[in-house]
């Protein structure tokens, strides 16, 4: 079975494409499955409102994947969901994502953290031993409020953190403990196989996903899930990149989440 179910549209201003050029490109790739999931927007907050929706938008967003669903009904399964930051007084909003707009399921991504009183985008940092440790300290904290579906890149401090040492060892432990307790499935992100490859202390490798976390990741018994995280509908042409990464280091993937 042919899935994804990390997918933005033009809405967050940093992707091409509406909603039906997706569903259309997914056709076209027959995929089997395929779930929109937007960046969640911050109403009230001033941490990145530039790369993600309005909370105005979210009526036309629901309702365009609505409208899309029930046109193409016949040829692929459409879901509705999101991809969200974790803040602890958004209750409400992840209760009307849910029980107002009938989302089938919310994505943790976690890119943003609070830091010696401070919100910080996790590519922003020159990650050191400290605020990687602040950063899983709040990727564990966002997977425990059981308010989420799946984590997306789990080893994004990868972007910052180049080094693979006891330090990202210990991120990637706990991370992956927290996952297999809570029995919440992590993605093989493969919006980091489109990034250009980075220098690190045993070669070359992608900013994520991290070839060491995912072996790693061997270790636990967790859940595996490809995400394109497509902020182009041509992006849904690169699954086979993530089938890839996962067959080389002999990886069991989940196909479908269970919604």
Do not use: Q
């Not at 027959?30 to 309005?54: A, F, Q, T």
């Not at 830091?115 to 950063?135: I, P, Q, R, T």
């Amino acid at each position: 079975m042919k899935t994804n179910y990390h997918t933005h549209n033009f809405r967050c201003n940093h992707a091409v494409g509406n909603v039906k050029d997706y569903i259309i490109e997914a056709i076209k790739n027959e995929y089997d499955e395929i779930g929109l999931s937007d960046h969640m927007p911050h109403p009230g907050k001033n941490i990145d409102n530039v790369s993600r929706m309005k909370y105005e938008e979210l009526v036309e967003y629901f309702k365009e994947i609505d409208e899309v669903k029930d046109k193409y009904k016949n040829e692929i399964s459409i879901r509705k969901g999101m991809e969200c930051e974790y803040f602890e007084d958004y209750d409400w909003l992840y209760k009307e994502l849910r029980e107002k707009y009938k989302a089938e399921y919310l994505i943790l991504g976690v890119h943003f953290f609070p830091y010696k009183n401070e919100w910080y985008y996790v590519g922003d940092l020159d990650l050191n031993s400290e605020s990687l440790k602040a950063y899983t300290d709040y990727v564990i904290k966002s997977m425990e409020s059981r308010k989420f579906d799946y984590l997306a890149h789990p080893d994004l401090f990868g972007i910052s953190y180049r080094n693979w040492d006891e330090n990202t060892i210990n991120a990637s432990r706990r991370i992956l403990e927290a996952a297999e307790k809570l029995d919440m499935p992590i993605e093989i992100n493969i919006n980091g196989i489109r990034r250009p490859v980075i220098r690190y202390n045993l070669g070359e490798r992608y900013a994520y996903p991290i070839k060491e976390f995912w072996e790693l990741s061997k270790e636990y018994s967790v859940k595996r899930i490809i995400g394109v995280d497509a902020h182009n509908p041509l992006n849904l042409e690169n699954m086979e990149w993530g089938l890839n990464f996962a067959k080389e280091i002999k990886l069991d993937i989940i196909e479908k989440l269970n919604l």
